[in-house]
């Protein structure tokens, strides 16, 4: 079984409403799970021949014709946006021909919008996403959006230059909720969007409209990343991890410290800082943790060193902190709150990687996390 997709939609307080994953069953079949937009049904009918309404698990078998593969990957952060598959082919939704402006309430349509991409990432509105792709070939970035649908080549520095990225060649991309990376085939990873609580890892909140390097991680091969909602990691060819951006939950697993500010505990951080890894998750003691996997929800963050060890935001169990005899029960420690300043503070933030609770004995082989969930499978 292959894992192809995980992601959540929220409601506007920001609860988790519905759940879809997508997986490739030993048929070979494609096993669509959840509830779905009638915009994200449209999309889901064109990778197969058979729809029913009715039925829950949707089993249809591809069509070829539309897809030419088995799909890859899906894309999108909180609705279903489209599909890569492995001929290379970008299928996304877009308004009809009758029906062509945002504002319109006619359903999207599914639209081939690429071919020969290598990987996609999409961040941005629920009223116009920014697509990024990296071409199979040329390995350059192009992008798109929902109110200019063609895509263009992704320049590099200022917009006056009008450089296009010549020289770096992409391998893999990833999107926050309005920013994203990019890791060129020489280990050098980019950044580029908003940068408001410094997840672009420049050192400073300036937004940036452009892929830029990442300086302070020059001369760090990395290999792997991933992008929370407005925060990042970066996994080295050493298996270090570093961490830069928004720090209210514990996602960067840096810990917190207390500064000036009266709302005091958090420790934001606009440079990469690299993670250290503990027994306890305490600082009791140290551990090295050669990590060689990681993902991120909105607020939390998973990795893989043949266990698994998570930080962040645990309140709806997306932590795998689970429940021990000499510990509390995790549902009755979400449940309690601390009334501090007229706010409410759930006691369900981690701010160092812990282990995972329930662990088997086999080795995990891979990890994606959903905006508030986590989903792990063995070798």
């Known amino acids: 079984m292959f ?47 058979e729809w029913d309404e009715r039925t829950g698990p949707l089993l249809p078998q591809l069509n070829t014709e539309v897809t030419g593969a088995m799909p890859l990957r899906f894309f999108g952060l909180e609705s279903l946006l489209g599909y890569l598959t492995q001929k ?12 062509s402006t945002l504002k319109s309430e006619g359903l999207k349509e599914s639209h081939l919008y690429y071919q020969n991409a290598k990987d996609i ?18 390995r350059d970035l192009h992008q798109w959006t929902d109110s200019d649908p063609t895509p263009r080549p992704v320049l590099q520095g200022a917009a006056q230059d009008h450089t296009i990225l010549r020289d770096a060649k992409f391998e893999k991309i990833w999107a926050g909720e309005a920013h994203m990376l ?16 410094g997840q672009l890892g420049h050192g400073n909140l ?21 992008c929370g909602a407005s925060f990042s990691m970066a996994l080295s060819e050493t ?56 993902a991120c929800g909105r607020a939390h963050t998973v990795v893989l060193d043949g266990q698994a060890w998570s930080c962040g935001w645990g309140k709806y169990g997306q932590l795998g902190e689970g429940s021990t005899s000499d510990s509390i029960d995790v549902k009755q420690q979400q449940e309690q709150i ?17 282990k995972v609770v329930g662990q088997t004995e086999k080795s995990w082989k891979d990890i994606v996390c959903g905006l508030w969930n986590t989903f792990m499978w063995t070798l």
């Open 3 to 49: 894992l192809m997709a995980l992601y959540e939609c929220s409601s506007q307080d920001g609860l988790p409403l519905l759940l879809r994953t997508s997986l490739e069953n030993e048929l070979g079949q494609i096993e669509i799970c959840g509830e779905y937009s009638p915009d994200e049904a449209n999309l889901v009918r064109s990778l197969g021949s």
């Open 88 to 99: 290379g082919d970008v299928v996304g939704l877009c308004r009809s021909a009758s029906t």
């Open 121 to 138: 990432a999409a961040c941005g509105s629920s009223k116009d996403h920014l697509t990024v792709v990296i071409d199979g070939l040329t």
């Open 182 to 197: 990019a890791l060129a085939t020489d280990g050098t990873l980019y950044s580029w969007g908003s940068g408001r609580h």
């Open 206 to 226: 300036v937004s940036v409209s452009t892929p830029k390097p990442i300086e302070s991680l020059q001369g760090i091969r990395i290999v792997d990343a991933a």
């Open 239 to 294: 298996g270090d991890i570093y961490s830069f951006g928004l720090n209210d939950h514990g996602q960067l697993g840096i810990g917190k410290q207390v500064s000036s500010r009266s709302d005091g505990d958090r420790r934001n951080t606009s440079y990469p800082q690299l993670v250290d890894f503990y027994i306890d998750g305490d600082q009791s003691e140290s551990i090295d943790v050669n990590v060689t996997r990681v």
């Open 338 to 354: 601390i009334r501090m300043r007229g706010a409410i503070v759930r006691q369900s933030d981690q701010f160092y990687f812990k």
